[in-house]
């Protein structure tokens, strides 16, 4: 049974930083594309940032958390990370880790998610 567990989240204030993990188990962490997508209320999940899981883990990320955000991963320790740094209020969102076995900004494409942290920014 695929379980993706995602913490770190929290409260702060614009400008500050935080560090979500996702940790997985139940599948072969070095093989999965990780990503991190989130959801503000009233609107559709959006895609944050992704790593894939071969050839120099290529990263893709939103335009909108471009040089702000880092994904990262562990595969020793089957964690996958999303660094966020000069947050903004418009970054409050929950956000959720999804594993798939290639980087889609889709949402509808995964199978596998967590349950999600909540990332709350105030000004």
């Known amino acids: 049974q695929v379980q993706l567990v995602e913490s770190g989240g929290g409260s702060v204030q614009a400008g500050g930083s935080l560090r979500l993990s996702c940790a997985a188990s139940?599948?072969?962490?070095?093989?999965?594309?990780m990503n991190w997508f989130r959801q503000a209320p009233g609107t559709e999940r959006e895609f944050a940032a992704g790593?894939?899981?071969?050839?120099?883990?290529?990263?893709i990320y939103a335009d909108s958390v471009k040089g702000r955000f880092t994904i990262s991963r562990d595969n020793a320790k089957n964690t996958a990370y999303l660094e966020m740094n000069s947050l903004k209020a418009e970054d409050t969102a929950v956000y959720y880790c999804?594993?798939?076995?290639?980087?889609?900004?889709?949402?509808?494409?995964?199978?596998?998610w967590g349950h999600g942290t909540q990332v709350t920014v105030s000004l």
């Open positions: 139940g599948l072969t962490f070095s093989t999965y594309a």
């Open positions: 999804a594993a798939g076995r290639s980087v889609v900004r889709d949402y509808k494409w995964y199978n596998y």
């Open positions: 790593i894939g899981w071969s050839g120099g883990f290529t990263t």
